[in-house]
């Protein structure tokens, strides 16, 4: 495929979903991701659309939120991921709050065979994958319905979280910063995850590597009240996400990867928890592997970064 071509149906893909990670448009036309980049170089050099890390958006993308159907076929894999890792930290018996989106939605389907479960959300897609779920109590919000995220917002949706008590909270966003914490697109949903974390008494940040680095209108979680992030395992040429991994974990974040395969045998190793190094440069993490850790650490491992 010609340059001009491979160009043409890059934008195309970006106009029809707003935003689209630079591993996608790679897929699509079979090309390299270090193709893509520079194919996406020059459309931003030509005004016809902005780079975000990890893939490109629409013009004026900074204030632009996708809606559900294109968010939903976005870094899939990682998603699931991220999802699996999460339902981890789930036990029997507690109660919860999750928020809107389409990674949650997917940490919501593994959460229907936790027993004994209390699930309060604000979203549709939520209460819909539990729906069936046998021993699990759900507990909706009011409010107004947001029919791009299928999210319930507003006032309505506020009050009915005043004096709520959960262990956790699970929350995703457009974009993740150690400077501003998790932000958002929209003001409403901005406002409904900020109760639905001051209802929680641990705050987990599910995000993929794609949101890292990126700065969206307003604030939902600043860095200081975020407990964990699940994230997934960034390329290895993506400096910037891993020294924003550094960054966050730098400020007490507790940071989760998933994504690593499994040693051999196809069971999948316990989570470690490494202890953290001190500030440094051009970080880059590998597979299974811990900051710091040596270049030969045993693949398959989860590292849960703390703050010595």
């Known amino acids: 495929m010609f340059a001009a071509e491979r160009r043409q149906l890059i934008l195309e893909m970006v106009r029809a979903n707003g935003a689209v990670s630079l591993r996608e448009l790679a897929r699509v036309v079979q090309t390299s991701e270090v193709t893509v980049r520079r194919d996406v170089r020059a459309l931003e050099a030509e005004g016809l659309l902005d780079r975000r890390h990890g893939g490109a958006v629409l013009p004026g993308g900074f ?6 159907p294109q968010k939903s076929h976005l870094a899939t894999a990682e998603k699931t991921a991220i999802a699996d ?14 928020g ?3 990674t949650t939605q997917e940490l919501a389907r593994r959460l229907a065979r936790v027993p004994g479960l209390t699930v ?11 729906a069936h779920a046998n021993r699990v109590e759900v507990v909706m919000t009011g409010g107004t319905l947001r029919g791009s995220n299928y999210a319930l917002v507003g006032s309505g949706a506020e009050q009915s979280l005043q ?11 457009s974009g993740l910063t150690a400077e501003r914490g998790l932000s958002t ?26 949101k890292l680095g990126t700065d969206t209108m307003f604030q939902t979680v600043p860095t200081d009240v975020i407990t964990r992030l699940v994230t997934d395992e960034p390329p290895a040429n993506d400096d ?18 998933a994504g690593a395969s499994g040693p051999p045998g196809g069971e999948q ?21 811990g900051y710091g850790e040596p270049a030969g650490a045993e693949r398959g491992r989860v590292a849960d970064l703390r703050r010595r």
Do not use: C, W, Y
Not at 63 to 68: A, D, K, N, P, V
Not at 85 to 98: F, H, S
Not at 191 to 210: F, I, K, P
């Open 63 to 68: 204030t632009r939120e996708s809606g559900f």
């Open 85 to 98: 890792l999460a339902a981890g930290l789930v036990e029997e018996g507690e109660a919860i709050v999750v």
């Open 100 to 102: 809107a989106g389409t």
């Open 120 to 130: 309060v959300t604000n979203s549709l897609l939520v209460a819909q994958a539990l």
């Open 163 to 173: 004096g709520l008590r959960v262990s956790k909270a699970f929350l995703s966003g």
């Open 185 to 210: 697109s929209n003001m409403l949903s901005a406002s409904v995850d900020r109760a639905l974390v001051q209802a929680a008494a641990e705050v987990v940040v599910l995000a993929d590597h794609t």
């Open 240 to 257: 910037r996400a891993g020294m924003e991994l550094q960054a966050l974990a730098d400020q007490g974040v507790q940071i989760a990867v």
């Open 269 to 289: 190793a316990p989570a470690r928890r490494a202890p953290l190094p001190g500030p440094r440069r051009g970080v880059t993490l590998r597979s299974g592997a």
